[in-house]
Nanobody, 115 residues
Framework: QVQLVESGGGLVQAGGSLRLSCAASGSRFVINTMDWYRQAPGDQREFVARVTPGGNTNYEDSVKGRFIISRDNAKKTVYLQMNSMKPEDKAVYYC?????????WGHGTQVTVSS
């Protein structure tokens, strides 16, 4: 079982930065693929970024060059550094862990970007 707790959300002006954190409980964090998703009001949840156990990353096109996902296996934490933020980045951001065929989700953290 994996429990995930996101933090770091808040209000930021357009062009600003925020760093989200997702702390995982349980053992064997190192073998989890970790993702960030987001969901804006009225929209479906969408993929934002991924970091694999080996450290490979990939991003949704609209955040490439602005967001950076990273992981600290010793702290069992994954981060999402969000730079040059835009009003359309406003959403609830969720952390997801995938281990074998199991998926675990956090409860989300709200990010609001003012124009």
């Amino acid at each position: 079982q994996v429990q995930l707790v996101e933090s770091g959300g808040g209000l930021v002006q357009a062009g600003g930065s925020l760093r989200l954190s997702c702390a995982a409980s349980g053992s064997r964090f190192v073998i989890n693929t970790m993702d960030w998703y987001r969901q804006a009001p009225g929209d479906q949840r969408e993929f934002v970024a991924r970091v694999t156990p080996g450290g490979n990353t990939n991003y949704e096109d609209s955040v490439k060059g602005r967001f950076i996902i990273s992981r600290d296996n010793a702290k069992k934490t994954v981060y999402l550094q969000m730079n040059s933020m835009k009003p359309e980045d406003k959403a609830v951001y969720y952390c997801k862990a995938t281990r074998l065929s199991y998926e675990y989700w956090g409860h989300g953290t709200q990010v609001t970007v003012s124009s």
